[in-house]
């Protein structure tokens, strides 16, 4: 079957600008995770969704970014006035319920961000 | 305050070899770790996964060993291949939910 889908692959955008970026998580699975990795560093948290329930938005950087998932599927992820600090490459995965005790997480293949 | 910490950033070994791939962690409430397997420009590869109730899985050429008093576990690939170099990451959570992972490691296998 098909695996989590992002895009788009790659975005440039101007410093200020907003930006959204798209998830396709694979069917089925009710868990949806945004990652972010920055040049040389590890992959850093930033929010989770869970069935219903209210996401868990512990690791967004700033109110500049946002999230949300439609009819428990495809998710977006919206970063306002851009700053050349939010430059990263933005990894989305999901995984089946977690009430299973089926932690492992299946990532996409990333949004590369280039704020200038 | 890292919780996860890979503190090797690259290991080199011998095609045939062994190679053994080491995580750290603080926190004790986490019971489920896992390590990934990341190519450049491509999203991380699950390749194993430990629950905090045992100490050792393995899977084919991959067993992750797991020492809860030490709040460490380690990664051994063997024989290791070419085809295996990568930036391999270990992760860990607390029942499910968001990962943390480990700066990760780069590993080169040399023919």
């Known amino acids: 079957g098909a695996g989590v889908s992002q895009s788009p692959s790659n975005k440039v955008t101007e410093k200020g600008k907003d930006v959204e970026l798209r998830c396709d998580p694979i069917?089925?699975?009710?868990?949806l995770y945004w990652y972010r990795q920055s040049l040389g560093q590890g992959l850093e948290f930033l929010i989770y969704?869970?069935?219903?329930?209210?996401?868990?938005k512990s690791g967004l950087p700033s109110d500049r970014f946002s999230a949300e998932r439609t009819g428990g599927s495809v998710s977006t992820l919206t970063i306002q006035r851009t700053q050349q600090e939010d430059s990263a490459v933005y990894l989305c995965?999901?995984?089946?319920?977690?009430?299973?005790?089926?932690?492992?997480?299946?990532f996409g293949p990333g949004t590369r961000l280039t704020v200038t | 305050d890292q919780q996860v910490k890979q503190n090797s950033p690259s290991l080199s070994v011998q095609e045939g070899r062994i190679s053994i791939l080491n995580c750290d962690y603080t926190n004790s409430m986490f019971d489920y770790f896992l390590w990934y397997k990341k190519y450049p420009a491509e999203g991380p590869t699950f390749l194993i996964s430990i629950s905090s109730i045992k100490d050792k899985n393995e899977d084919g050429r991959f067993t992750v060993f797991l020492n809860k008093s030490a709040k460490h576990l380690s990664l051994h690939i063997v024989p290791s291949q070419p085809g295996d170099s990568a930036v391999y990451f270990c992760a860990a959570s607390n029942q499910g939910g968001k990962l943390i992972f480990g700066q990760g490691t780069e590993l080169s296998v040399k023919p």
């Open positions: 995965a999901s995984s089946p319920d977690p009430a299973l005790a089926l932690y492992e997480q299946y």
């Open positions: 969704f869970q069935g219903n329930s209210a996401p868990d």
């Open positions: 069917s089925g699975h009710t868990a």
